[in-house]
Every structure is written in C-alpha cells, then in structure tokens.
C-alpha cells in the first residue's frame, strides 16, 4: 500500500487534500509516494502543483529559484508539473497583476519541458489538478509495485 506525500502543509499553500496522505517534508516537489516502510520515493516520482498565477510569476519575478526548482526536479526519475490552468488562458493573455506577454508564457512553458525533461500537465481546474495528480501518482505507485522501470532516453 502507498500512500501519499505532501510537501505543502504550510499556511502559504492551499494543497490537495488527498487520503490517504502523510505530510512530510520533501526536497522536490510537492506530492510523491510513501512505501509501506514509510519512505518517501520522491526520487522515483514527484508531482510539482502550480497555480495559474503562482506559474506566471515563475515566467517573469521568480525566474531565477523556479529555474533551481526544475533544475532538481529534473533529477528525479519522474517528474511531474501540474497547473491549474489552459493554454487557452495562457494564449489569452488577460492575466491579472502582470504584463507578461502570452508568448513568453508559452515559450518558457515549453522550453522547460524540453531543457528539464518535465512533463507539464493542464487542469481547467482546482478539482481536475486534483484528479490529475492522483491519477499520476496513483500509475506510479502501480508501475513501482509490478517493478516496471520507467523508460528514460539518455
């Protein structure tokens, strides 16, 4: 049995809440697995959950600490991003408290994928970041127990 790992239990992140779920602190990441010994497999499989808003910021203001982040979480065997948002939104462009242009956001989103290996996910919403990140840890946690190696290309 796996259970689940946050690292957002802190007043400043409005997290998932999942069950089950251990709160834990982590390195990378924002949600992984726990192993029937109680070890987290943050190394094996992490899930990085980004607001819509909290996403823009990392494009313009936070640069710099969101490019670090990706950089570790680019070490992990399978790392994940979900957003709570749509390129629709993001090709929209009416973002609130910033000027942002919608290519830089596309751009970047893009290239980050590419340059760290992530996979970036898109939630319309709240609710379907939630589903999103259990599905993901959910095959995970699947894949890990039958020993399916996850296939990377180096």
């Known amino acids: 049995m796996f259970l689940g ?81 749509s390129w629709t939104e993001i090709l929209r462009g009416n973002y609130e408290h910033t000027r942002v242009n919608p290519n830089a956001v596309a751009g970047s989103i893009l290239s980050w994928s590419y340059r760290y290996g992530v996979s970036i996910w898109f939630a319309d919403t709240r609710r379907q970041g939630k589903l999103m990140t259990r599905w993901i840890l959910t095959k995970a946690a699947i894949d890990i127990e039958a020993g399916k190696p996850r296939v990377r290309r180096a």
């Open 5 to 85: 790992a946050t690292n957002e239990f802190t007043e400043q992140h409005n997290g998932y809440e999942m069950e089950p779920m251990l709160r834990q602190h982590m390195l990378t990441g924002d949600y992984s697995l726990v192993n029937p010994e109680g070890r987290t497999l943050e190394g094996h499989v992490v899930v990085e959950r980004k607001a819509f808003p909290d996403m823009l910021g990392c494009i313009s203001s936070s640069r710099e600490r969101w490019e670090a982040n990706l950089d570790r979480l680019s070490r992990i065997e399978s790392p994940h991003i979900v957003v709570e948002g």
